[in-house]
């Protein structure tokens, strides 16, 4: 299994997202970030410390921040997790739960008229979908 931040808790409330996971495949050293990176916009990133003990980490993000950001109707952000040399992208593979995407479903947060809420890709991946108008 290629190295990834294997999440194993998304707590989407309060208007906060915390995700909560181990860096599986890496020595989990150092200081690490949360990044969410735009989907349409590679270029647009925000960052969030995470905290890290042995190899698990702990990390969140407020939702008023990609309202911030502006959007299209709609937007996605891929989660990864950084120590600045290593890039892991956000998933939950280690499980033997294929196709989450049908399977684990978060409620949204509102923010203004921006609906936010955390899902798994198609590849069990962890993102964000942020929507204007209608519900995620």
């Known amino acids: 299994m290629k190295p990834h931040a294997e999440i194993t808790e998304v707590w989407p409330r309060d208007g906060l997202i915390r995700v909560v996971g181990r860096i599986h495949g890496v020595p989990a050293v150092g200081t690490w970030q949360l990044v969410l990176t735009r989907r349409s916009h590679a270029d647009l990133r925000l960052r969030y410390d995470a905290a890290v003990k042995g190899d698990r980490f702990a990390s969140e993000l407020p939702v008023r921040?990609?309202?911030?950001?502006?959007h299209a109707p709609v937007e996605e952000w891929d989660l990864h997790l950084t120590d600045g040399?290593?890039?892991?992208?956000?998933?939950?593979?280690?499980?033997?739960?294929?196709?989450?995407?049908?399977i684990f479903v978060y409620p949204e947060q509102r923010i203004g008229e921006l609906r936010v809420r955390p899902y798994f890709t198609i590849k069990d991946n962890l993102s964000l979908e942020c929507r204007t108008g209608g519900s995620a």
């Open 65 to 70: 921040d990609l309202a911030a950001s502006g």
């Open 85 to 102: 040399e290593v890039e892991l992208r956000a998933g939950r593979h280690l499980d033997d739960v294929h196709g989450k995407k049908k």
